[in-house]
């Protein structure tokens, strides 16, 4: 294909210039307009059975480069704009990026489905149109502060189906929109589709900040991810969110099945529907209610939908599995009241074991329950994860459905994380094992070749350094701050939760502050950077941020400290961001009590860009150290069994570790008169009778262990060539974190795709 004739002929038509004379926007369009013609006109890759990924997020992060490497036109397009004078990254610059999820399981889905286009598997997502996003968030005074994140613009990459589905509300009927976002596979000449469910009027943004009329159903159900739920408005509107997803994607599976020419009672044989964490647990009773309206009986149905759901959980944290109070259904879908019902007293006729209740005697709903019941696939997303949910969270169901659990280790795709975002690795590995990578991770391992070779090291340390100033270069830009390239950089981004611990690594900078105070430097000036949102009403992580914020005022306006440590919390985290921060990564910080983070994903992005990590022994973590050996890795802290262990006995007390004489003065800082000058008196105070008096996610219980740790990585950084020969070891065997080899083993284990 031409693409510079191509190109030129879309200015041209468009605008009436040549492409010398465009502008960046100009082109961005232009690019768009060629890349959804392209990718439109790929059909769907063909298989006996569809998967229907049903997600209430997907992440996706701007499109134009990943569609363009999928189409392979990436370097084509790349010469024609520097040929013309321009930039493909000024004109990625132009791009918005869509605000369709919150964090790792949002990201996940969208690594998913580029990795089951590029795979040539016939799968779809299903999920929801959020017209403000999760929210934009802005750091202002030292606090955050939210406001609408309006992604969505006049022409992008949104395709109108003019398909529509009636939702049939207690409320009265509503009616669901689809429209689509192309995934073309990379390599393939195949597409599959990201399927959105919007309303037919939505509302326009809130004057100020998030609140809105939670109530007005009919034009604010698509208006933002996850509304405040500190509210019965709130709760309720996620549930209308949650029903409308799940009937218009039922309608839509038997839409298409109908299309295809198969009856409703061969439905499990050509179609698979993983249901990604709860919140699309109600396409279990829909679909059944559906199969009953077409004339199935019961016990049909029920066969039909137990052997085409699959279910994958993300957490233990018991406030995040989804319990909902019957009247709530009762009022947003009655219909389902008695299928649920149904699936209920079937399920207790076969397990009365009340902790397998779908309905519990308070009259609510367990949305995990029904889907072990009513799935036939559960899976958790590490290793250690599954292990859990075997022996502890859900045990009674292991014990009675062995047959149906299963583990599947997350994985990221390195097109977009690693192709697209790191460039110059990209090329350096072409050099070292060849361009198939791309397409087969596994031959990242052709890295270790070079283990012993000086100038592939050189090289992993030249290309880092050169990523470093990029990054200080959009940190300058964006939030005016200078950045020491020369400094380690140390980074954590993640969303702000209490169990991922971003407080303990507050305590280790205010360590640090203290030491450099009292004379005593660190061996290399260190840069700790945070990125990470939080939850609106999510008050505690809203002090984390806040004593974030005073650390890095508090030393930006220290002469003796500043040369040496400098904090900076980045605004408004997100996919874009990352894409800026996980090639300039030296140390990833992966610190959350062992036991309560399923996998994590950032922590693969991270090893495959020649980060090190520091990192308790949780999630995905294990597999990693397993995968690079413990001189690659810096793993401190508790075990899980040991957690575990703790919460079951009542046995951790945080007074005991706070009156340690090392922690201390750490904890108590955060209320010092310094502290107390720059920030909010009532926020630092609150935090700091938390972590004193409780710290339910035991960030004392680790903390020394974890300033010796990383005390000791910034000590190793000094010898150049062996920290390099970690990066290598860590990017060398990031293969198996490939979403890639993910999505190969649920089509293998669970989907039967083709
Ligand atoms: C719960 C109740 C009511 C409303 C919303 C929710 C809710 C919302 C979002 C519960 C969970 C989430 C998001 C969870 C999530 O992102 N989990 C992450 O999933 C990743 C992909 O598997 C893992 O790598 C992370 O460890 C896990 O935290």
Redesign the pocket.
């Known amino acids: 294909m031409d693409i510079k004739n191509k190109l030129s002929g879309i200015v041209k038509q468009r605008y009436a210039k040549t492409l010398e004379r465009c502008d960046s926007r100009e082109l961005y369009y232009a690019l768009l307009q060629m890349t959804q013609e392209l990718s439109t006109a790929r059909p769907a890759p063909q298989g006996s059975r569809k998967l229907y990924y049903f997600s209430a997020e997907f992440l996706v992060g701007k499109l134009l480069s990943n569609n363009l490497l999928a189409l392979g036109v990436y370097q084509d397009v790349e010469q024609v704009l520097r040929e013309s004078g321009h930039s493909l990254s000024a004109v990625e610059e132009v791009e918005p990026e869509p605000s369709l999820g919150?964090?790792?399981?949002?990201r996940?889905a969208a690594c998913f489905l580029d990795s089951i286009a590029a795979l040539d598997l016939p799968g779809d997502g299903v999920g929801l149109n959020y017209h403000y996003g999760l929210f934009h968030q802005c750091l202002k005074e030292g606090y955050q502060t939210e406001m609408p994140d309006p992604w969505m613009e006049e022409e992008g990459w949104l395709i109108p189906t003019g398909v529509t589905f009636e939702v049939p509300f207690g409320s009265g009927v509503q009616k669901a929109v689809m429209w689509d976002i192309a995934v073309p596979g990379a390599n393939t000449a195949s597409a599959n589709r990201l399927h959105l469910f919007d309303v037919e009027k939505p509302a326009a943004a809130p004057e100020q900040g998030i609140d809105f009329d939670k109530t007005d159903i009919a034009h604010c159900l698509t208006s933002f991810l996850?509304p405040d739920?500190s509210d019965e408005a709130g709760r309720l509107l996620?549930v209308y969110q949650q029903y409308f997803m799940v009937s218009a994607g039922a309608q839509l599976i038997l839409k298409e099945l109908d299309e295809r020419g198969v009856d409703p009672r061969h439905l499990c044989e050509h179609v698979a529907i993983q249901i990604n964490?709860t919140?699309p647990s109600m396409v279990i009773p829909e679909l059944t209610r559906l199969l009953l309206e077409r004339g199935l009986s019961m016990n049909e149905a029920l066969h039909q939908v137990a052997h085409a759901c699959a279910y994958t959980n993300?957490?233990i944290l018991a406030e995040?599995l989804?319990k909902w109070p019957m009247s709530f259904i009762q009022k947003v879908a009655p219909q389902l009241v008695p299928i649920i019902r149904e699936l209920d007293r079937r399920a207790k006729q076969v397990f009365p074991d009340p902790r397998m209740a779908i309905i519990d005697n308070n009259d609510v709903v367990h949305m995990a329950h029904m889907d072990i019941h009513y799935g036939y696939s559960v899976n958790g997303?590490a290793t250690l994860h599954t292990d859990i949910l075997r022996k502890t969270e859900l045990r009674a169901f292991a014990d009675v459905y062995p047959e149906k659990f299963n583990n599947k280790t997350?994985g990221v795709t390195y097109r977009r994380w690693l192709e697209v975002c790191n460039p110059k690795l990209a090329a350096l590995l072409d050099q070292c094992v060849g361009k198939q990578w791309r397409t087969d991770a596994s031959r990242f391992n052709g890295l270790m070749n070079y283990w012993g070779d000086g100038q592939v090291l050189r090289d992993l340390l030249d290309i880092k350094f050169e990523n470093k100033l990029e990054l200080c270069r959009v940190i300058k830009e964006r939030q005016g701050v200078e950045v020491d390239p020369e400094s380690i950089f140390d980074i954590q981004i993640k969303?702000l939760h209490e169990y991922k611990r971003q407080q303990m690594n507050a305590l280790y900078v205010i360590r640090k502050y203290l030491e450099i105070k009292g004379g005593h430097l660190p061996p290399r000036p260190i840069t700790v950077i945070f990125g990470a949102k939080a939850a609106p009403a999510y008050v505690m992580a809203k002090h984390i941020i806040h004593l974030i914020i005073c650390l890095s005022k508090l030393i930006e306006a220290d002469p003796q400290v500043r040369p040496w440590l400098r904090v900076v919390m980045l605004e408004n985290y997100n996919v874009s961001w990352a894409e800026k921060l996980i090639p300039a990564c030296e140390l990833s910080e992966q610190i959350s009590l062992a036991s309560k983070?399923?996998?994590?994903?950032g922590n693969m992005k991270f090893m495959a860009n020649g980060a090190v990590t520091l990192g308790t022994m949780d999630?995905a973590n294990v597999e990693i150290a397993q995968h690079v050996g413990a001189h690659n890795i810096y793993t401190f802290g508790a075990s899980s069994d040991h957690v575990i262990h703790l919460y079951a006995s009542h046995s951790y007390h945080s007074w005991h570790f706070y009156e340690r004489p090392a922690i201390k003065p750490l904890v108590d800082f955060i209320v010092s008169p310094q502290m107390l000058a720059i920030g909010q008196e009532s926020s630092l105070r609150a935090l700091h009778e938390d972590i004193r008096g409780k710290d339910w996610f035991m960030a004392l219980l680790d903390l020394e262990d974890y300033i010796a740790t990383r005390d000791q990585a910034m000590l190793d950084y000094g010898n150049r060539s062996a920290w390099a020969q970690k990066m290598l070891v860590n990017i060398a065997n990031s293969g198996f974190f490939s979403s890639d080899r993910t999505i190969a083993e649920y089509n293998q284990d669970i989907w039967h795709l083709k």
């Open positions: 919150n964090g790792g399981l949002g996940l996850y739920d996620r964490d919140h993300h957490t995040a989804e997303v997350n969303r983070e399923a996998s994590g994903t999630g």
